[in-house]
């Protein structure tokens, strides 16, 4: 049996209680039960909000929540953050596809990895082997080689950094790639 619960942050509230709670109610357990042993689900959805505004929504084929209910283990994850997140603000948006993720659940900080492929709002797609999302901060870093695709090129970069609410990307040591398909394993 597939599960699909989508949890949202409440206002001024934590993550983890709700998840827990969320996810011990989907099983159809207690929430004692669901904190005191790994859950292992499959098609969940998390919604992370600011206000009125979604800031990321992160869909995942399998996870695992530990019982410490702080991180969750994503696999086959599909990414929205920013403007392009349903209901996102405006400003900068990001939207991934990778095999791996964490998602924590307190600082909503998400790291993905494993071929991570993607595009931003203004229509520029990149592939990277991992990245960072920092929530506090509305920053996206990646510290691996990037390859980026743009109406001037195609680039490679030893890493990047975008800042969604200001829609400003950067790619640093940046060179022009000679018209290639982009692979990330080279």
Do not use: K
Not at 2 to 21: D, I, K, S, T
């Amino acid at each position: 049996m597939a599960l699909n619960p989508m949890l949202r942050r409440p206002r001024g509230g934590h993550w983890r209680g709700g998840v827990a709670l969320a996810l011990a109610l989907a099983l159809g357990g207690t929430a004692a039960a669901a904190v005191s042993s790994e859950l292992r689900l499959q098609g969940l959805t998390f919604v992370s909000s600011a206000g009125d505004h979604n800031e990321l929504v992160l869909r995942a084929e399998r996870s695992v929540l530990p019982p410490s209910g702080e991180r969750v283990e994503l696999e086959g994850v599909h990414a929205r953050l920013g403007s392009l997140a349903p209901g996102g603000a405006s400003g900068g948006g990001l939207e991934l596809r990778c095999a791996r993720g964490v998602f924590d659940l307190e600082s909503r900080n998400f790291s993905a990895s494993g071929a991570v492929r993607g595009a931003i709002s203004d229509g520029r797609r990149f592939e990277t082997e991992r990245l960072r999302y920092h929530a506090s901060e509305g920053r996206v870093t990646g510290d691996a080689r990037v390859f980026v695709v743009e109406p001037g090129g195609r680039f490679e970069g030893s890493s990047f950094e975008y800042l969604l609410r200001e829609d400003d990307f950067q790619l640093r040591d940046a060179r022009l790639l000679p018209h290639e398909p982009l692979q990330v394993g080279r």
